[in-house]
C-alpha cells in the first residue's frame, strides 16, 4: 500500500503547508466476488448443516461481506483502454505522427491511448 500512496501539498499561497493522502483505486470484479462470496458461504453452510457450531459467526460475515460488495460499496464503469503500441492504427514507421486514424492523436508514443483505439490482431 505504501508504494501505492501519495503526498500533495495542499497549502494555500498564505497558508502552512497541509498535505493529503491520495491513494490509488484498486478495481475489482464485483459479480465475481460475490460468486466467490456465494462459494464460500455455501461451504460453510454445509460445515454448519454438519454440526459445526462454532462457524456460525463466520456465516454471518460472508452475509454481511456479500451485502456490502453488493449494495454499498461504489462501483465503477471501467472499460480496459487499448494502448497505442496494440492498436491497429499505430504505424509509427509509416507515419510521422504514429496514427494513421484521421481523428486520432497528433504524435503519438507505444504507451499512449485515445478513444478511438481499436486491438490489432496480432495473427
Same mark, same amino acid.
Given at each position: 500500500?505504501? %508504494? ?13 503547508? &497541509? ?6 483505486? &484498486?478495481?475489482? =470484479?464485483? =459479480? ?23 462457524? =456460525? ?29 496494440? @492498436? ?10 504514429? @496514427? ?13 491511448? @485515445?478513444? @478511438? ?5 496480432? %495473427?
Amino acid at each position: 500500500m505504501a %508504494d501505492q500512496m501519495q503526498l500533495y501539498d495542499t497549502s494555500a499561497p498564505t497558508g502552512a503547508p &497541509r498535505w493529503t493522502e491520495v491513494t490509488a483505486m &484498486r478495481l475489482i =470484479d464485483a =459479480d465475481e466476488a460475490l460468486r466467490l462470496f456465494g462459494e464460500e458461504y455455501e461451504e460453510t453452510k454445509e460445515l454448519i448443516h454438519n454440526g459445526e457450531t462454532q462457524l =456460525d459467526s463466520l456465516a454471518e460475515g460472508f452475509t454481511e461481506a456479500y451485502h456490502i460488495i453488493k449494495y454499498v460499496v461504489p462501483t465503477v464503469d471501467a472499460v480496459e483502454v487499448v494502448r497505442c503500441n496494440d @492498436c491497429k492504427h499505430y504505424k509509427p514507421d509509416e507515419y510521422e505522427c504514429g @496514427c494513421d486514424f484521421a481523428g486520432g492523436l497528433p504524435y503519438v508514443k507505444a504507451d499512449d491511448f @485515445c478513444s @478511438c483505439g481499436e486491438r490489432r490482431n496480432h %495473427d
